[in-house]
């Protein structure tokens, strides 16, 4: 029942709902993912990466790549690029789709597990 498609739906979820606070680049989305949950929740590159492309290959997210420098350079001294991740629109329906999906699921399964309504009511 909790086999790799649940995981990389629960990642995604993770992933949209980073984005949806607004852009993000890689490492900072693993790292807020980390901070989040009390470092329950870890996007390691091989998760995160591929993941990424196909949200992007979906259109549910779009990249751009953004030069950085240090504070320190010197003039005329190139940084490096990162790239960010952005929701589009597409993106943010999915992501409110997720969420009340996930929403739902919780809500059944609080009836088998308790600390749903009908055990309030009781």
Do not use: I
């Not at 606070?21 to 329950?40: M, T, V």
């Not at 779009?62 to 190139?78: H, M, Q």
Request: aromatic fraction near 8%; avoid cysteine.
């Amino acid at each position: 029942m909790f086999g790799r498609d649940s995981q990389r739906d629960a990642a995604e979820l993770v992933v949209l709902s980073l984005l949806a606070d607004g852009p993000k680049y890689g490492y900072l989305l693993s790292k807020e993912a980390a901070g989040r949950s009390e470092g329950a929740v870890r996007l390691t590159p091989g998760v995160l990466y591929p993941l990424l492309k196909a949200l992007e290959e979906k259109k549910l997210v779009s990249a751009t790549w953004e030069e950085v420098k240090a504070a320190d350079a010197e003039e005329g001294e190139a940084g490096r690029s990162r790239k960010w991740y952005r929701l589009t629109a597409k993106g943010k329906k999915r992501f409110e789709q997720s969420v009340a999906a996930h929403r739902a699921y919780r809500a059944v399964m609080d009836a088998f597990l308790g600390g749903g309504e009908k055990e309030a009511s009781s």
